[in-house]
């Protein structure tokens, strides 16, 4: 009956057997897993326990390094775990701690056997289920051995106390509640002379107090002690944890801890001691000017080091420092820049980040300038970290940083020359959002889109795509800026576009589109003398804008007219152009391409049957006609030419609900409204009524950028229907707009009121929302639109968890909690506010009971002062003094004076007392 | 606190993971993947630390192995330079000169010395001394154990032998 098992166990490769199998295998790595998978499926099931124990040894080596899923075995686990075997245990619990976790079916099963465990005599046994505990505690487990771990904190076995120690923190942060329970232990810990002791209740404590240092506070004195005493760097280095926490809540801690620190700096030989030291000094040690030239010395060395561990850490400190000290940085500028050819990636980022920290709307530029060229140099991976680090720096709250636009706006052109860049989304979205906040650089702006658009080369590198499409956008959408539309229109229309995707492809059809009908309209609607009366409205509306771009846009505009005369004669070739670069794409696979592309085509057919034809030749014949075109090309053109502004994330939640609108409606009954609305039957390509002019151009605007012919189409009918059924609209009126801090961005009402546009309503918004900084430089930062809410990041808040809260919530109600919980350990606790008085007598009891117990030996566990040594008494003072200082703060009583001094004289003797750091046996280097 | 700890060797082959923090099985191997693609593409004087997904990983190459252990932002790197070291040295003592064979064929073992070094993501035990002192005692206690069970599957192998007889 045992046969089968038996031979199993007999027969059953060990380990070692499998490990040397799959490192000689014949047969292919996974096919031989999956076989030694099968076998250890067999095993494990055998009664026999070793061959189990072994079966799982197995599993465990190839889930682990071979990363099979062993949950199966989660059973088997937990039946080599009963086994009264050290070995079995030891493979089960190596096994259990490697594969379970929160939604392992089997974890409630195991309580009784770690509690078993850790009740146990053999020290190695608790301290393995303890390892296990550690790994896979969950709520259920942590609450129901809470107890056990609670008597093993004060256990005698230093092996087991001190992991005893080490897996309290995890329980507490699965069970807060435990807290109540073990916490006035594991503060005794603290008091513990075993340095390894110490050290595991320094560790739990430099964790704890990462979440919520407030609640730790009151054990300041304790591990002020410890900082000032320990002879362990490991300890220390996590007492400084502790304090680089604690220390800027409370500005009197800080006094009392920022000399200590700054001993052990000069003292220390060991580096790692030395950078923490350093690291607790600059960031939670700032503003003690001593202590901060004295890091910054350190760093410095660091930072020459020839090690590339301490120039790493050394860069990574000082851009700790850079966010208060930045004065810092500039003194270690040569440094810096020198490591940016490290040959070292992890440096070189490190060192552009202090660079980038640098950087203010004073030397932007210069530092730009370097950056490019280090970019130029470099290989591309760290290219494009530059180019990224100096975008985003420069974007940095709507370009704060940035005077002079037009210098920024051509080093955007120039990055995305260089050959390794990569960033051309990025850079797309800064030249568009640039031309739409920024009113006076879109001269430059359209400069440098020709620019990049003209060049042939730049259509071949893929990454730029996005570039050229924002190029192109801006070229079409700012095209009265240009010097020569006519040159654009050939680079928007050049053989080379076939290179880009469609997507791109469409939106260089869409600004020829624009091109073009800027081309017709100076040519025929301002050139031309028919401009009557009904056009004179808009015309001024867009006169007005060019003025109020400033004197540098309207000589630009001047410039149009005369350095390229657009003649009959261009606008025919132009026509040519068009017609001989769409035509193939008339039959474009991609639908966006096909459809702007026959848009544009029946423009140009349009405009040649009935435009120029008849004003090239014979004007008095049809000059009826040549007014019809005219018309078509005003209205085309003043839908394009309405500008285009950025619009905040919340516009349309600030639009107020008006009463009796009920937006749940069932609007069901639109459709009877729907029916009666009458198609306009004045003409077949219709661009709307001339009357309605403003509304439409207005309510294009709300299409996105690339607005095409026929949604102008489909908006006149909104208007239309819009002047019918005025009821079912968004009142709109000027109350709105003083309620808001931005008004709706395209507010068609708005619009039409006030017949000076869009600028009006920039400057509007600008004074508003542009922060008070007035920058006095000699050049005028050009005014940037904002909007407050759109542009600040959306900034998730973030809610601590509730566990963690319920756990400080813990501590603090042991810490600070009224006296009936913790009648002897109030030593450790610092005056909260609501101890006042008490404080002072509560000290001297302590003292006494103190004096008392020196010499008493470990009589009870619950008593915390039974570690008494000779050096009891000078920290006694130390401590005393601590609460003096702090009883300062409760009541400013004059008989407490003389005593307080005194008591700070003693305490300052252990600092002057050379720190025996000297005879420290140097553990870590 | 540390999150894991990893043993790759140079040819990406892991030798040993150790996690400390909770990662599932599909996650293990991800960032085994992300690391080694990362740590063992480094030149040999570089600098032994990596920024990796908001944490810190400070690795260190003795010989043909890379032993890295992954730690939050604000820990102590030259400390955990430390702890690599010593580990090592403990491996070192425990072996006589450790190479990678050893680990290989005794992966068991290189787990257990390093669950008496860490604890919960912790330094548990500073001194080499005592950590070769408790693996040694538990070494004999598996052993006398291990003698049982051979003696005892011994008796019954020959019990089962006779009984077929």
Not at chain 1, 267 to 287: H, M, W
Not at chain 1, 344 to 358: C, G, W
């Amino acid at each position: 009956m045992s046969g089968p098992s038996l031979m199993d166990s007999l027969f059953q490769r060990t380990l070692e057997d499998l490990i040397k199998g799959l490192r000689q295998q014949l047969i292919g790595e996974q096919a031989f897993i999956s076989k030694a998978l099968e076998e250890i499926r067999k095993e494990i099931k055998s009664p026999d326990l070793s061959t189990k124990s072994t079966a799982l040894l197995k599993l465990c080596y190839l889930s682990n390094l071979h990363f099979h899923d062993m949950s199966f075995a989660a059973f088997h686990a937990l039946e080599v775990l009963s086994s009264p075997r050290f070995s079995h245990k030891k493979i089960a619990y190596h096994a259990i701690s490697l594969s379970f976790h929160d939604s392992t079916p089997v974890l409630l099963l195991i309580t009784n056997h770690l509690r078993k465990d850790l009740t146990s005599t053999n020290e190695f046994e608790v301290s393995l289920s303890l390892q296990c505990l550690s790994r896979i505690a969950n709520v259920d487990l942590a609450r129901d051995l809470t107890p056990e771990v609670f008597t093993l904190l004060s256990s005698n076995k230093l092996y087991v106390r001190k992991r005893a120690v080490a897996v309290v923190l995890r329980v507490f942060e699965k069970y807060p509640d435990s807290v109540r329970v073990c916490f006035k232990r594991l503060v005794e810990n603290l008091e513990n002379y075993d340095p390894q002791i110490l050290s595991a209740v320094v560790g739990v404590f430099s964790e704890l107090a990462c979440k919520d240092p407030r609640s730790y506070l009151p054990l300041a004195p304790e591990f002020y002690k410890i900082l000032v005493d320990s002879k362990s760097n490991w300890i220390s280095i996590k007492v400084l944890k502790i304090f680089a926490k604690l220390a800027p809540l409370e500005p009197r801690l800080a006094n009392r801890v920022v000399e200590p620190i700054c001993d052990l700096m000069r003292k220390t030989g060991a580096k790692s001691l030395l950078f923490e030291c350093v690291r607790t000094v600059v960031t939670s040690f700032s503003e003690y000017e001593s202590a901060v030239r004295l890091a910054v010395g350190k760093i410095r060395e660091f930072m020459v080091d020839e090690d590339p561990n301490l120039k790493y850490l050394g860069l990574h400190a000082l851009s700790i420092v850079a966010s208060k000290h930045l004065w810092v940085v500039s003194e270690n500028k040569e440094v810096v820049i020198k490591s940016l050819s490290d040959p070292d990636p992890n440096i070189k980022i490190e060192s552009l980040r202090l660079v980038m920290a640098m950087v203010s709307e004073h030397n932007v530029a210069e530092i730009s300038k370097v950056l490019v060229n280090y970019a130029l140099k470099s290989d591309p991976l760290f290219c494009n970290e530059i180019l990224g680090s100096i975008l985003s720096t420069c974007s940095r709250n709507v370009y704060e940083i940035i005077v002079d636009f037009d210098w920024y706006v051509s080093l955007l052109g120039e990055m995305s020359r260089i050959p390794h860049c990569q960033m051309g989304e990025e850079i797309e979205n800064q030249l568009v959002d640039i031309g739409l906040r920024v009113k006076d650089v879109r001269l430059e702006l359209v400069r440098v889109a020709r620019d990049l658009l003209i060049d042939p080369a730049l259509l071949g590198n893929s990454f730029l795509h996005r570039v050229l499409s924002a190029a192109a956008w801006v070229s079409g959408e700012y095209v009265e800026f240009s010097r020569n539309p006519l040159e654009l229109m050939e680079a928007l229309l050049q053989p080379r576009t076939s290179l880009l995707p469609p997507s791109i492809m469409a939106i260089y059809i869409q600004s020829a589109f624009k091109v073009l009908v800027f081309c017709l309209h100076t040519c025929f609607v301002r050139g031309g003398s028919t401009a009557g009366v009904s056009a004179s409205a808009s015309y001024e509306s867009f006169d007005d804008l060019s003025v109020e771009n400033g004197a540098g846009s309207t000589v630009a505009h001047g410039q149009t007219c005369t350095s390229a005369p657009i003649t009959n004669e261009s606008i025919v070739n132009l026509l040519k152009l068009v017609e001989l670069a769409l035509s193939p794409l008339l039959g474009s696979h991609d639908v966006e391409v096909q459809e702007r592309a026959r848009n544009l085509l029946g423009f140009v057919d349009l405009i040649k049957l009935e435009a120029l034809n008849s004003s090239g030749q014979e004007e008095n014949d049809s000059e009826q006609k040549g007014v019809e075109a005219t018309k078509i090309i005003r209205l085309v053109h003043d839908a394009f030419s309405k500008e285009l502004g950025p619009v905040s994330l919340s516009a349309q939640g600030k639009v107020p609900v008006p009463d009796g609108l009920t937006l749940n409606e069932n609007l069901g009954d639109l459709e009877t409204i729907c029916s009666d609305i009458e198609l306009p039957s004045s003409n077949t390509f219709s661009f709307g009524y001339p009357s309605e002019e403003k509304d439409v151009s207005s309510f294009s605007n709300l299409q996105i950028k690339e607005d095409s012919g026929q949604s102008n189409e489909s908006t006149s009918l909104l208007a239309e229907h819009r002047k019918r059924h005025g009821l079912y609209y968004l009142p709109s009126g000027k109350s709105e707009v003083i309620s808001n801090d931005y008004p709706p961005a395209n507010d068609p009402a708005l619009q039409g009121d006030n017949n000076d546009t869009a600028s009006d309503l920039v400057k509007l918004t600008a004074e508003s929302l542009v922060p008070k900084r007035k920058p006095n430089h000699s050049k005028p930062r050009p005014v940037v639109v904002k909007l407050d809410e759109a542009d600040e990041k959306p900034v998730a808040v973030k809610h601590p968890e509730s566990r963690d809260d319920s756990l400080s919530g813990a501590v603090r109600d042991i810490l600070f909690g009224s006296e009936d919980i913790l009648p002897t350990s109030s030593r450790s606790n610092l005056p909260s506010s609501n101890r006042k008085g008490k404080e002072k007598q509560h000290m001297i009891t302590q003292v006494e009971s103190k004096e008392n117990v020196v010499g008493d030996g470990n009589s009870s566990s619950r008593r915390r002062k039974d570690h008494s040594h000779g050096k009891e008494r000078r920290h006694r003072k130390k401590n005393a003094e601590e609460r003096n200082e702090t009883d300062r703060k409760e009541k400013e009583s004059s008989s407490n004076h003389p005593r307080r001094q005194k008591s700070r004289q003693r305490a300052e003797e252990p600092l002057k007392v050379p720190p025996q750091t000297s005879v420290i046996p140097d553990f870590l280097l | 606190m540390i999150h894991f700890v990893l043993l790759i060797s140079r040819q990406g082959k892991v030798r040993l993971t150790k996690w400390y923090s909770a990662y599932s099985q599909k996650e293990r191997t991800k960032v085994i993947r992300e690391l080694s693609g990362l740590i063992l593409t480094r030149g040999p004087k570089l600098c032994n630390f990596v920024e990796w997904r908001g944490l810190r990983v400070v690795y260190k190459r003795y010989a043909s192995l890379y032993f890295c252990m992954c730690i939050d932002e604000d820990d102590n790197e030259l400390e955990i330079l430390e702890i690599i070291h010593h580990y090592v040295e403990v491996l070192d003592r425990y072996f006589g000169s450790v190479c990678e064979l050893d680990l290989i064929y005794n992966f068991h073992k290189a787990y257990f010395i390093l669950d008496e070094l860490l604890i919960a993501g912790e330094l548990q035990e500073p001194s080499k001394r005592t950590v070769a002192r408790l693996v040694a005692a538990q070494d004999s206690l598996v052993e006398t154990a291990k003698e049982q069970t051979s003696s005892i599957t011994n008796i019954i192998a020959q019990a089962a032998n006779t009984a077929s007889l």
